[in-house]
């Protein structure tokens, strides 16, 4: 087993360091992530300037790889040949806030483990709710003992072609999980606020801002799942087609 260990939030996450280590036990580890912080930046396909693969380590002292490029760069450039050893799973994280409903379009975590399934490769995103305005150490082990256990039931069982995992661990320690639940893509409600400011020369500038963004904690949903203590895994696939829309727009006067 090659696994490819990956992030959103740069090289020298605390979250990236948790992955390698839960993923070490169960093949080898190859980490390529990139060189800063990319949350929130979608699926990317950097085409108009070079990327830059840098020799770089974790601070564990353990080798790792970092480019300029987004999460979703660091696949490709890793599965298209940057590292020579064909990869077996990607495996993207942990991210220290949950990707849940519609925040699989913006994350890059996300993003990073939908990259893989286009090259054929199955994909895991581990990202962990951590509690709001959280300021200390956060403690990945809990989300590292998850994102193993789901990595060894995806070796063990394989993933359908084409669809990927999206793993939400709530904040707790592993002991304290009521156990793994299969669930679909929930609703998260955003508090998304405008703040519109005046740069020193008059002229205005803006910060997309508000609250933390919340969700509707219904049963059988990755936020619901994750609210009530469970670890949530998500099939995902990048078909996006509204497939109950079909019908009715078929009946429009084309
Ligand atoms: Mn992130």
Not at 35 to 49: C, I, L
């Amino acid at each position: 087993m090659h696994i490819l260990v990956t992030n959103d939030d740069g090289i020298s996450a605390p979250g990236l360091l948790a992955l390698a280590a839960a993923m070490r036990p169960l093949g080898k580890v190859t980490v390529l992530a990139p060189d800063h912080n990319w949350s929130a930046s979608g699926h990317v396909k950097t085409m108009n300037r070079p990327l830059r693969v840098f020799d770089a380590q974790l601070s564990d002292g353990s080798p790792a790889l970092a480019s300029d490029g987004a999460p979703s760069d660091c696949v490709a450039l890793a599965l298209l040949g940057v590292v020579p050893e064909p990869v077996d799973l990607v495996v993207s994280g942990i991210n220290p806030n949950a990707n849940i409903g519609y925040d699989v379009t913006y994350s890059g975590t996300v993003t990073a483990a939908m990259e893989a399934v286009i090259a054929g490769v199955p994909g895991i995103a581990v990202s962990l709710d951590s509690p709001d305005g959280f300021v200390g150490t956060l403690d990945f082990s809990g989300a590292g003992r998850a994102a193993q256990v789901v990595a060894r039931q995806v070796i063990r069982y394989g993933l359908p072609a084409g669809v990927l995992l999206n793993v939400n661990v709530p904040y707790l320690p592993f002991e304290r999980f009521r156990g793994f639940a299969v669930t679909r893509h929930g609703m998260r409600v955003y508090r998304d606020a405008l703040d519109a400011r005046k740069d020193p020369r008059g002229r205005p500038y803006y910060w997309i801002g508000g609250e933390h963004p919340t969700g509707i904690p219904e049963d059988g949903t990755d936020f619901g799942a994750m609210k009530a203590g469970y670890v949530s895994v998500t099939p995902l696939h990048l078909d996006l087609t509204a497939y109950g829309a079909i019908e009715s727009l078929r009946q429009w006067e084309w």
